[in-house]
């Protein structure tokens, strides 16, 4: 089987709905149950990559992604080839009183994202809910402003952690990152995942009345802009055919690889004709275990 890590950074706020909500917000994004960390269900991500195969032969794409009643005569109901979970949040943007902002994340985001990736890091352990370990160009002496909270600075991120992060998406403006990351604690990054994602009012002017129709008020939660997530993806390679028959996992990933470095930038979620959802999308290299 042959595995990769799918990284999306938001060039613009994001909404994969959760449905209707009796609190204050109408429509808020999906979330872990227990966690609270923001996700984009693997279901999403592999409808906007299966856009992007079209050129391809349909039987690769029937293999890879599987296929439906009616799409093909023999092997209803196929499941793909291609394997994908749900894509989590690694690196989330707060507001900061230096540099304008900056990214967090937490021992357990990048406890998973080892796990899933083979990264050779060592992750932080943070017991202290108001420590953090902060690049210098956040820090205001020995403390971090993030929001409206003052964290006690106790080192900066190592090395290793900044080099294997910054080398998971290309965009531009996540190349910044160096300069401004903290690692704050587990129950911080809670918090602030939940509570500081951007909620905007959404309207439909009736045009008879010039007023907002009736039951056209609402409010939407969206995950910011500068938002890093990441997926753990796999193929599997097809048997059972003859050798010069048989695909290989590797081989489709790398295509996909590349579908994705031309098309350089994935729609993702809802809203698409509003700007919603627009992100840099990337598959690193494979690693050499």
């Not at 999306?8 to 149950?33: C, K, Q, W, Y």
């Not at 971090?144 to 965009?171: H, K, T």
């Amino acid at each position: 089987m042959e595995t990769r890590i799918l990284t999306l950074f938001t060039r613009t706020p994001l909404h994969v709905g959760a449905g209707n909500s009796v609190g204050a917000i109408d429509s808020p994004v999906m979330r872990e149950r227990h966690t609270r960390i923001p996700v984009i269900p693997g279901s999403s991500l592999k409808g906007v990559l299966r856009d992007l195969w079209q050129t391809e032969a349909p039987e690769d794409a029937f293999w890879l992604f599987g296929n439906k009643q009616g799409e093909r005569d023999q092997d209803k109901f196929r499941a793909g080839a291609l394997l994908i979970g749900e894509s989590r949040v690694l690196a989330f943007p707060v507001r900061s009183a230096k540099g304008g902002f900056a990214w967090i994340t937490c021992p357990l985001a990048l406890a998973r994202y080892k796990r899933d990736a083979g990264a050779k890091f060592v992750v932080p352990c943070l017991s202290d809910e108001n420590a953090c370990l902060a690049s210098g160009g956040i820090t205001l002496g020995d403390n971090v402003i993030i929001e409206e909270y003052c964290l006690d600075q106790r080192g900066e991120p190592d090395s290793a952690i900044l080099a294997e992060l910054q080398g998971i998406s290309n965009d531009d403006v996540w190349q910044e990152a160096k300069g401004r990351f903290a690692i704050v604690s587990d129950e911080v990054f809670s918090h602030f995942v939940e509570q500081a994602c951007e909620i905007v009012t959404r309207i439909r002017i009736d045009d008879r009345t010039g007023t907002v129709a009736e039951h056209a008020l609402f409010n939407q939660e969206n995950v910011p802009s500068e938002t890093l997530f990441y997926t753990a993806m796999a193929a599997q390679d097809e048997k059972g055919k003859q050798d010069n028959q048989n695909r290989s996992a590797a081989n489709a990933l790398g295509k996909l690889a590349d579908r994705i470095r031309e098309q350089g930038v994935l729609q993702v979620g809802g809203d698409e004709t509003i700007g919603l959802g627009l992100c840099s999308a990337y598959i690193a290299e494979r690693r050499e275990n």
